[in-house]
């Protein structure tokens, strides 16, 4: 094994373009994390889903058991910290299970505009992925009274969204452009119309919106889901609803998350939603937990020791994934893994930026120089630090307060970071990449 | 210390992602992009520059939604001809605009990726209203005013005086003034690479 590595070792090297190459093709930063293989597929280009330490999957399945068919689940972190990646292993390791459960992934992010999306829109884009993932599983020509269900959808929505008919169109008036959508296949129809509509919706002013009620959009969903739910002996599908998180308009997260609340509730379905960090622990919370319940936090993976100690496995095994074994030295992992902060995110970020610095230096493998040389990149290039910001970190860090107004910073990609509660405490900790920020702002004050 | 030759090896070896390049005089921007464009060759590449929030809604909506309608699944040859973006922030917008571009953080970052043209001042701002933009983007910034007049033979063979039009026009709106083509044709002359140099 010793060996093979090192004779591995000795013929790669990143400095050769094609090894380069190789190893960047095996890393993404952005998309969630994929399963080597999936119904058949063999994923390529994407950075491997890592199992991670701690009970988060554990927790997520026992809530969606126990309460089948009812679950209303919040899901919360870091940016970047692995929620999507963390969902949709789960949906996909239960979608392959099989059973009677009907797991539906939906995604906010699909052709869509999350930032200021409003309740309608969310709504329709779960709709919208509801319909693509039914209408793949049972062709709907074939199903007894599926085709009824999605002729009066489709005609409601006509009339809601004000579509001109004739005999082989429909056409839509979005954002003051036309939209014909031809009647020939009517389940691509449906999917185009709940598609469009979703996107109009999330990215108009809303003034321009259709002003659909949240409610009619649920009672027609209702009537899919329970198609389903009496197709799978009474058994209730499972929505996860992705990218919810997203929604980063404090007006449009508190209508989604607090608002209809009570619309949610009437979902015929067990849904999990991602929500958006700053506010269900931040000015939201009350509000978002006596509607929820508490969310389930996904929270960083250990970060290792700058120095000494173990490097928590999943860093390691993201490394060997991305066929990069033999071109990292140890501690230039440590580094890396050390000032991603357990933001995975950041530390598949830090990989690629590593080895393009090092193919530039002309080394062989990731030398500790090349990963100071991206760490201290990102120290400088992250910027986004008020001084009310920096002075809520000192506090945090010298005299251990609480979140408090702090839970703004979480809307910031590096700067608190919230940690594995021990004796069932959270515990707020510097971004290690803040703390370069954090010293310069104690010698101004010094100074001062 | 970098040069614009180090980012479009960037660019183009990741193929994908969200960079930003900061500007503050527009003398540094020219020259950084003059070097950018040289190295980067025939990759297609697109020119936006972004003003106002009707101009996200109406105009970069389109082009955007270009992106998105590919399939996630999309091969190598389905994105071959796939415009690279490259996208000028105008200054003092960033409140309005980075919410816009944080929603759209997804399709900016797919292939073949694309280059935000931020002014310094104004990048604190951009990633506090791009906070998940912001977490794509990473340390993928680059400085103009920091950059080296350095570059390799091959990119010295490409080198244009002058840039296309449709960024000499985007040009025009920003602040400062471009420099006069007589002058960059010194510099190119300037810092043209030795014998020995790759």
């Known amino acids: ?59 997520l399945d026992l809530e969606i058991a126990s309460r089948r068919g009812k679950a209303r689940i919040l899901v919360t972190g870091q940016i970047g910290v692995g929620k999507s990646s963390e969902l949709l292993y789960y949906f996909r390791t239960k979608r392959m299970q ?127 889901l329970d198609w389903v739910t009496r197709e799978r002996r009474n058994v209730a599908p499972v929505l996860f609803v992705d990218h919810t998180d997203k929604i980063r308009d404090p007006l449009a997260a508190e209508e989604v998350l607090v608002k209809v609340a009570p619309q949610w509730g009437r979902i015929r379905a067990s849904i999990v939603v991602t929500a958006p960090f700053e506010n269900t622990l931040g000015d939201l919370r009350y509000s978002v937990e006596s ?11 250990e970060i290792p020791n700058l120095n000494s100690g173990p490097i928590p496995s999943i860093y390691g095994q993201i490394v060997k994934d991305a066929q990069l074994r033999p071109l990292i030295r140890d501690d230039s992992v440590r580094l890396l893994a050390h000032y991603s902060g357990g933001i995975l995110r950041t530390f598949v970020r830090f990989l690629l930026d590593a080895c393009k610095e090092t193919h530039l230096n002309r080394h062989d493998q990731i030398e500790p120089s090349d990963a100071n040389t991206v760490i201290h990149s990102a120290e400088q290039a992250y910027q986004d630090y008020s001084t009310e910001g920096l002075d809520l970190l000192d506090q945090i860090e010298q005299k251990g307060t609480g979140l408090g107004k702090a839970a703004s910073l979480l809307r910031s990609p590096i700067g608190l970071l919230i940690t594995e509660p021990q004796s069932g405490e959270q515990r707020l900790k510097v971004h290690p990449l803040a703390r370069a920020a954090l010293q310069r702002y104690h010698l101004k004050q010094d100074k001062g | ?176 003034t471009s420099p006069d083509t007589n002058e960059i044709d010194r510099w190119i002359v300037a810092n043209a690479p030795g014998d020995g140099e790759q």
């Open chain 1, 1 to 59: 094994m010793k060996e093979q590595e090192s004779k591995d070792k000795r013929s790669r090297s990143l400095s050769v373009l094609q090894d380069l190459r190789t190893v960047l093709g095996q890393l993404d930063a952005e998309h969630p994390a994929a399963l080597r293989q999936y119904m058949g597929r063999q994923y390529t280009g994407r950075t491997l889903y890592a199992q991670r330490e701690g009970d988060f999957l554990k927790r």
């Open chain 1, 98 to 224: 099989g059973g009677n459960d009907f797991w539906i992934f939906c995604d906010l992010d699909r052709e869509e505009h999350p930032e200021r999306c409003g309740a309608t829109g969310v709504f329709l884009a779960i709709f919208r992925d509801c319909w693509s993932s039914i209408s793949r599983y049972y062709p709907v020509d074939q199903q007894y009274d599926l085709p009824g269900i999605r002729n009066e959808v489709f005609d409601r929505l006509v009339d809601w969204l004000k579509g001109e008919r004739d005999e082989s169109k429909v056409v839509f008036q979005f954002g003051g452009m036309s939209f014909p959508v031809f009647l020939n296949d009517k389940d691509g129809a449906l999917s185009l119309v709940l598609g469009k509509a979703a996107q109009h919706e999330a990215v108009s002013q809303p003034s321009e919106r259709f002003g659909l009620a949240p409610d009619s959009l649920i009672n027609l969903l209702n009537k899919v």
């Open chain 1, 291 to 301: 509607k929820w319940g508490r969310p389930l936090i996904l929270y960083p993976v």
């Open chain 2, 1 to 176: 210390m970098t040069t614009s030759e180090n980012l479009a090896f960037s660019i183009m070896e990741e193929k994908r992602g969200v960079s930003v390049l900061l500007w503050n005089d527009q003398d540094d921007l020219v020259r950084a992009l003059i070097v950018l464009l040289a190295a980067i060759g025939d990759m297609p590449i697109e020119f936006s520059l972004v003003a106002t929030e009707k101009h996200c809604e109406t105009t970069l909506r389109k082009t955007i939604e270009k992106r998105q309608r590919l399939p996630a699944d999309s091969t190598t040859k389905d994105l071959c001809g796939t415009p690279f973006w490259i996208f000028f922030i105008q200054q003092a917008v960033s409140r309005h605009i980075g919410p816009w571009l944080n929603g759209w953080r997804r399709p900016l970052s797919e292939s073949p990726g694309t280059l935000l043209v931020v002014r310094q001042a104004d990048f604190n701002a951009f990633q506090h209203n791009a906070p998940d933009l912001a977490s794509y983007i990473g340390s993928q910034i680059y400085d103009a005013s920091n950059m080296l007049s350095v570059w390799s033979k091959e990119v010295h063979g490409h080198l244009s005086s002058s840039l296309p039009s449709a960024i000499t026009m985007i040009l025009k709106e920003l602040p400062g």
